[in-house]
């Protein structure tokens, strides 16, 4: 196959920072959208990547709503936020299948279970991104750490695999995903609500004896969790793997400190939330990882209020 076409379902900083990067190393991309801040500003001036204070790059690219059909597509890759993968998905299964496949890349759990429920026709599987990214505004994106992804052994994916190399991302392949996906979900149920709360980049989680308990605490619910659940996590100690990650993004503000900070609704159901509802089906208690949850919602209900 020659590079292949693709619709990135979700214009917020990781889908404009994929539609940048895929672009650029000759893939024909296509955005899937429904912020209309985000549709007038691709549609005027493209999706921009600041690479630092004085260079930037922009792309013309091809934007579509949730109500309009953007032309046939070999992969559909979904980068939408967790609540919002529903409706992406119902308007995604209006149009023809994938002719290879559905990706989601997305935080959290129970993204795949919806997406292979609503998406027919072509394969639909889950992968992890560890890439962080921020959005400066509409269509507007800074890199922030290495770009990185790790894909199921499947062969269908090789094709995006090889653009996404040849973007500059680099691609791992991975058999036990379902443990892979667990263990970002209990990182991400770490460091997300802290940042959040705390209002701090996650390098400033380092070293901080009591946001380290919280941290511990935290892991060693989710690890409980999946213990009952029956999921076989990576043998990585997973506190040793959250020091790595805030020291390789440091100065990265997660994407719930931004959705935050935007007032936005947060995907903290699809993280602790799920981490908790798992926990409380398989008696498993959740105590930290509910707090957070909790905090989290009030921290919305307050900002919503004005």
């Known amino acids: 196959m ?5 619709l990135i379902a979700g214009a917020g900083a990781l889908g404009s920072l994929f539609a940048v990067l895929l672009n650029r190393a000759g893939g024909m991309v296509y955005l899937l959208e429904d912020w209309p801040a985000a549709v007038d500003r691709i549609r005027s001036k493209g ?24 032309p046939p597509f070999d992969y559909c890759l ?9 409706a992406y998905a119902r308007a995604i299964a209006r149009l023809a299948p994938a002719r290879q496949g559905y990706l989601t890349l997305q935080n959290g759990l129970g993204n ?23 959005l400066q505004s509409a269509a507007v994106v800074s890199r922030s750490g290495p770009g990185r992804v790790i894909f199921p052994e499947v062969e269908w994916l090789k094709p995006l695999a090889s653009l996404m190399t040849k973007s500059g991302i680099q691609v791992e392949w ?10 970002k979900a209990i990182v991400n149920a770490a460091i997300n609500p802290l940042t959040a709360l705390l209002k701090v ?6 070293d901080n004896l009591a946001v380290g308990e919280i941290i511990k605490q935290v892991v060693k619910e989710g690890e409980s969790a999946a213990r009952a ?13 959250i020091e790595e990650i805030c020291t390789a993004t440091s100065e990265n503000r997660s994407s719930m400190l931004q959705d935050l900070d935007r007032g936005r609704r947060t995907e903290i159901d699809a993280i602790n939330g799920y981490l908790v509802r798992i926990g409380k089906s398989l008696g498993v208690e959740m105590h930290y990882n509910r707090l957070l949850w909790q905090l989290i919602q009030a921290a919305v209900n307050f900002q919503q209020r004005g």
Request: aromatic share 4%.
């Open 174 to 183: 991975e058999v036990n995903l379902p443990g892979l996906l667990w263990q």
């Open 229 to 241: 659940a029956h999921i076989q996590l990576p043998d990585k100690d997973i506190q040793g793997l």
């Open 2 to 6: 020659n590079n292949p076409t693709v």
């Open 201 to 206: 980049p996650n390098g400033a989680l380092k």
């Open 78 to 86: 979904i980068l939408v936020k967790s609540w919002q993968t529903e």
């Open 47 to 70: 999706v921009t990547l600041l690479i630092d204070e004085n260079a930037s790059t922009s792309i013309e690219v091809p934007v579509f709503t949730l109500q309009e059909d953007p």
């Open 112 to 134: 795949l279970e919806i997406l292979s429920s609503l998406l027919k026709g072509a394969p639909c599987s889950a992968g992890v991104c560890l890439t962080g990214a921020t």
